[in-house]
């Protein structure tokens, strides 16, 4: 059972351009999170996902960014127009059906962002 | 809003000692506990999941303890080696999140 992917694992972007990033969870795993390091930070929440569903975006900034987490494919966070404040690594994680209540939550290799 | 603080920051043992790393956490409501280690520059490896009904949790040299009341939870890793040098973080789950504080950083010398 191949872990938590993540793709790119390093991005580059100059400001103004556009960011996806993306994650294919454990198979079996119906649920996605996403959280933020910032340098010389801990990891902050950013979303929680279900397949087609955002359960909670609170930790995610208002504008320029969105997620998703379709029925088929693998999970996106994107961030528009990024500034170099959005410079961070960004780890998905994954868990089974029932949620982080009782479960091992998986994280990936994250994905490293670069503004320029 | 959770807030997790992880004591000491950062600390350096000889190979063979046992390491304590101590983590506080000031939302009792939460879910479970998990504890990761994080090598520089790469994801976190889940170390062990403690619930919040459990007071221990043991996996080979390490052992994980739960005092969910007074929001405080140990990491115990006997018999250090080199290999065990890196960021440990604790991370309770509650409001749908896992929250984080900076870890413990461990280096151990050979």
């Known amino acids: 059972n191949a872990g938590v992917m993540q793709n790119p694992r390093h991005l580059v972007r100059r400001r103004g351009q556009e960011a996806r990033l993306r994650c294919s969870p454990m198979?079996?795993?119906?649920?996605v999170y996403w959280y933020r390091q910032l340098p010389e930070e801990g990891l902050k929440f950013m979303v929680y996902?279900?397949?087609?569903?955002?359960?909670?975006e609170s930790g995610m900034p208002k504008e320029r960014f969105s997620a998703e987490f379709p029925k088929e494919g693998p999970s996106i966070l994107r961030i528009q127009q990024v500034v170099r404040g959005d410079s961070a690594a960004y780890f998905c994680?994954?868990?089974?059906?029932?949620?982080?209540?009782?479960?091992?939550?998986?994280f990936g290799p994250g994905t490293r962002l670069t503004v320029l | 809003k959770q807030e997790v603080t992880q004591i000491p920051a950062a600390l350096s043992v000889p190979e063979g000692e046992n390491l304590v790393l101590n983590c506080s956490f000031t939302?009792?409501?939460?879910?479970?506990l998990q504890w990761f280690r994080q090598d520089p520059g790469k994801g976190l490896t889940s170390l062990l999941l403690?619930?919040?009904?459990?007071r221990e949790q043991t996996s080979g040299r390490l052992n994980a303890s739960l005092d969910k009341s007074s929001g405080r939870s140990t990491l115990y890793i006997a018999a250090s080696q080199p290999g065990d040098s890196a960021t440990y973080l604790c991370?309770?789950?509650?409001?749908?999140?896992?929250?984080f504080g900076k870890g413990n950083q461990v280096v151990v010398i050979p």
């Open positions: 991370a309770p789950y509650g409001n749908n999140r896992l929250a």
């Open positions: 994680a994954s868990s089974p059906p029932s949620g982080g209540l009782t479960d091992t939550q998986y």
């Open positions: 996902l279900q397949k087609e569903n955002i359960i909670d």
């Open positions: 939302d009792s409501a939460i879910y479970n």
């Open positions: 403690i619930q919040s009904s459990q």
């Open positions: 198979k079996g795993h119906s649920h």
